[in-house]
């Protein structure tokens, strides 16, 4: 072993991302296990690595039994002679005492062809389970993140992206309807998914998820990015039209304003990445009638009827913006609806006007008291007509009595 060895190593380190200790323990691994079947010996392998002068001595490790202990014993290190003595202040009062080690350097040049060649496979099998473990760990906690990709390759319905070192799927489902992949394209994508498969970790990325939009204005706005504006729905028919509902927390910013950017710079480098797909941004509101309102835009809105319980509305439009109101094969109503989570139903005034509706009856008033005399004002004839009439209809009325008016 030289120089060569440790430069292997350290271009290994520098590559695949896995650190130069974790490497030699490895290296340790397969040279016992390659040992062992050499030799026929059951023994630790340990690696004494020195860097700088381009210098590795192997040793094989035996522990040591010492007369006369009876407590405990565990391995802690060794010493320059070999001899484990370490142990902490804790453990020498809970009675372990240490287990000792003879160590004899071996000489790599007894190690035969086969069994180089099986620690060989060893190292090159633990390196590729320790390159799986960085790569899922390292997208693991970054699902729902923005990343940026190159694109490599492509079948029939997938498309695989560079990620660095690593390559992502962009299934079919997950692809733009009509976007063009070609070699070399740079692409913004959503990380949707990693999965831990028989070969390797999987990172599954998007171009169709709403939050792709939701980052990619993080991206562009820097209000967005602060939490200045909130974004408090997204819908979206991947390659047509999203529609975003915003909102500020600052009184002074405009969340429309800060998103749509001088002269619509920043809705206009999201429309960029999206390749061309229109971006409708809208202000929230917590109150619902003015939220449809605006989640319809860019159609004018009539009256809103509201049944709360089924979170449903009817929404009265102009006849002239009836049309505009659905959108072309009722893409615009069906955003509005997945925007804000309420079923909508578009009716123009006119439909509205001829449509049969149920009349419902209005209850009987109830009846009032009054005295004959307030009566006799309120008919403009004189109480003693009043009476009189009463008398004739064989009802006596005095001037005190209270009548029941209907």
């Not at 003879?102 to 590729?128: N, P």
């Not at 967005?224 to 039209?241: F, H, K, N």
């Amino acid at each position: 072993m030289n120089g060569e060895f440790i430069e292997a190593l350290e271009q290994i380190e520098r590559e695949k991302g896995i650190p130069m200790a974790s490497l030699i323990a490895t290296v340790e691994a397969a040279m016992a296990s390659a040992y062992r079947r050499h030799f026929g010996d059951a023994c630790e392998i340990r690696l004494d690595v020195d860097r700088e002068a381009g210098r590795v001595k192997m040793f094989s490790r035996r522990p040591r039994v010492v007369e006369g202990a009876e407590q405990a014993q565990r391995p802690v290190g060794s010493d320059e002679d070999g001899i484990v003595s370490t142990l902490t202040l804790e453990e020498q009062e809970a009675g372990l005492s240490p287990v000792e080690y003879d160590e004899q350097e071996l000489d790599a040049a007894e190690f035969g062809r086969i069994a180089a060649q099986t620690a060989k496979q060893v190292v090159v099998q633990r390196i590729r389970e320790a390159e799986r473990e960085l790569v899922f760990d390292e997208f693991s906690h970054r699902v729902g993140e923005l990343v940026t990709g190159e694109v490599q390759r492509k079948d029939q319905r997938n498309v695989f992206i560079a990620l660095g070192r690593v390559e992502a799927l962009l299934p079919g489902h997950e692809q733009i309807p009509g976007e063009p992949y070609r070699f070399g394209d740079r692409l913004k994508l959503y990380i949707l998914d990693v999965r831990r498969t028989t070969k390797h970790p999987q990172v599954i990325v998007s171009r169709t998820h709403p939050g792709l939009v939701s980052r990619l204005f993080e991206l562009e706005v820097p209000e967005v990015y602060d939490g200045i504006v909130v974004l408090r729905s997204v819908a979206r028919e991947p390659g047509a039209r999203s529609k975003v509902a915003v909102e500020s927390r600052d009184p002074s910013v405009d969340p429309l304003g800060a998103c749509v950017g001088h002269r619509g710079a920043r809705v206009q480098a999201i429309v960029d990445e999206l390749r061309g797909e229109k971006i409708d941004i809208v202000r929230y509101n917590d109150d619902i009638r003015q939220y449809l309102e605006s989640a319809l835009s860019p159609a004018k809105v009539g009256q809103v009827l509201i049944e709360e319980g089924e979170r449903a509305a009817t929404i009265i439009v102009p006849d002239h913006q009836l049309s505009l109101a659905i959108g072309r094969r009722g893409q615009n109503v069906r955003l509005a609806a997945r925007l804000t989570g309420w079923r909508i139903d578009i009716r123009s005034e006119t439909q509205w006007a001829e449509e049969p509706r149920e009349v419902v009856p209005a209850a009987p008033a109830a009846p009032v008291e009054v005295t004959a005399e307030a009566l006799a004002a309120e008919l403009g004839v004189a109480l003693a007509d009043l009476i009189e009439i009463a008398g004739e209809e064989g009802v006596e009325l005095a001037e005190a009595d209270a009548v029941v008016a209907p």
